[in-house]
Nanobody, 124 residues
């Protein structure tokens, strides 16, 4: 089965860092566009970041630009979201998604496969 699995979430203090990982079961992520989304309780999903499946271009929501970095490790077939300078408003369930369209970016409808989500909580 095609499945994405996130890892690396948890509880962190404001100003701290976490690195989320996204790995695939049943296929390689190397040539898919990968997006990260987040959803806080009672709120709609928010696009966070994406990396192209073709040229490796990266994209960020204004709310995280300069603090988060998306990257690929094609040896480990994993996509990472490094989150620095975390704020309480970053608290959410984070989901990675893969798109067969390598140019997928912002819209959830562009993505074909989704992970189950992982909790990130930023709190003192």
């Amino acid at each position: 089965q095609l499945q994405l699995v996130e890892s690396g979430g948890g509880l962190v203090q404001p100003g701290g860092s976490l690195r989320l990982s996204c790995a695939a079961s049943g296929f390689t992520l190397d040539y898919y566009a990968i997006g990260w989304f987040r959803q806080a309780p009672g709120k709609d999903s928010e696009w966070v970041s994406a990396i192209s499946g073709s040229d490796g271009s990266t994209y960020y929501a204004a709310s995280v630009k300069g603090r988060f970095t998306i990257s690929r490790d094609n040896v480990k077939h994993t996509v990472y979201l490094q989150m620095n300078s975390l704020r309480p408003e970053d608290t959410a369930v984070y989901l990675c998604a893969a798109a067969t369209d390598p140019l997928a970016t912002i819209a959830p409808t562009q993505y074909d496969y989704w992970g189950q989500g992982i909790q990130v909580t930023v709190s003192s």
